[in-house]
């Protein structure tokens, strides 16, 4: 079962290679399958002028950061369905996307006004927005006894409620050219890349990313349940608030940079415990390689199915995940009646 289980670690890890190859070595403008060699010492086909632009200001910080969202994603929403204890569960469910919808469209509708326009005061409200709706939630469903996970989950669903109906408010309010631009941001797209924003980018999404994978067994100990957690010295509580944390800081710096990108933290996880089982020392990383390899090859996807122009990432990931989250509706809806 152990060979098994690194099989699946190598395929994310070849999957990952396959997938940035692709992405580096083919687009609507330039493909050629040897540019990712064309940077070895002694090649005998080195980068032209303007092979060396697209490779290395183009796609080569779009794929940084497809790999850092699709890692990020899929780690927190693995997190949140173990926090959770429920496979349909994912980081957008306690109101983290929501929140920086509201902030990053507010600003996109309302910036000419406040003074606040480009995509710098968009990102930084997208962050601030999620940072503070998970506070919001995070302080409806405290207690004396720590976060409880049912009234989390309520409190997301209406949190996310009410960020629906502002959305919708800000959208009858905006003009022609900001709700095209509300409706692309809300889609999700890595063509924004740039070697200025992803510093940031990487911290937020490296820091979140490290700080979940350092606490993969603790997190393993709720699937025992919080009781059991605690009997074996978990403190539980501090647990589920650091898991919210971290989190909402990975997944806000992805929605910032990135726009709203659904179903990857919902998907890949559950593909992920199919494949390997429910052993977050197994599922965690497996999830992590598998997520940014299905994104990477997504934005390619995106980049190439109708160039030259550009699909938004989010309409791929839906028209593929939603399918796949009914399928999931199904299957639960049939152990339970089995359970019966």
Not at 161 to 169: R, S, T
Not at 195 to 208: E, F, K
Request: proline content about 4%; overall charge positive; charged content about 10%.
């Amino acid at each position: 079962m152990t060979f098994e289980r690194r099989r699946w670690l190598i395929a994310g890890a070849v999957g990952i290679l396959a997938s940035s190859w692709l992405l580096l070595s083919s687009g609507p403008v330039l493909s050629d399958w040897r540019l990712p060699l064309m940077w070895l010492p002694g090649f005998s086909a080195p980068m032209n002028e303007l092979e060396q632009t697209v490779v290395t200001q183009l796609r080569l910080p779009r794929l940084v950061l497809g790999l850092l969202v699709g890692t990020v994603l899929a780690q927190s929403g693995t997190a949140m369905q173990t926090l959770c204890r429920n496979p349909l569960a994912d980081p957008g469910l306690i109101g983290i996307s929501g929140g920086a919808a509201v902030f990053a469209l507010s600003v996109i509708a309302l910036g000419a006004q406040i003074g606040l326009q480009g995509s710098f005061w968009v990102s930084l409200a997208a962050f601030l927005g999620a940072l503070l709706t998970t506070f919001l939630v995070y302080r409806l469903a405290g207690g004396k006894t720590g976060v409880d996970v049912a009234t989390l989950l309520l409190a997301g669903v209406a949190i996310n409620a009410l960020a629906g109906a502002l959305l919708g408010l800000l959208s009858y309010y905006a003009d022609d050219d900001a709700l095209r631009l509300m409706s692309f941001w809300q889609m999700g797209s890595l063509a924004g890349a740039n070697w200025d924003q992803l510093p940031l980018g990487v911290v937020l999404m490296g820091v979140s990313s490290i700080a979940l994978f350092m606490l993969r067994k603790s997190i393993n100990t709720l699937l025992l349940g919080e009781r059991q957690a605690r009997y074996l010295g978990v403190n539980t509580r501090s647990l589920k608030r650091q898991l919210i944390i971290w989190v909402a800081l990975g997944v806000g710096g992805a929605v910032a940079l990135t726009g709203m990108i659904g179903f990857v933290g919902l998907i890949i996880p559950h593909i992920a415990r199919l494949l390997v089982g429910a052993n977050i020392r197994w599922l965690m990383p497996v999830s992590m390689l598998f997520g940014a390899s299905v994104l990477v090859l997504t934005d390619w996807i995106a980049k190439t199915i109708v160039a030259p122009a550009e699909l938004p990432i989010g309409i791929i990931t839906a028209s593929v995940g939603a399918p796949f989250f009914i399928y999931l509706l199904i299957q639960q809806k049939r152990r339970l009646h089995a359970g019966y």
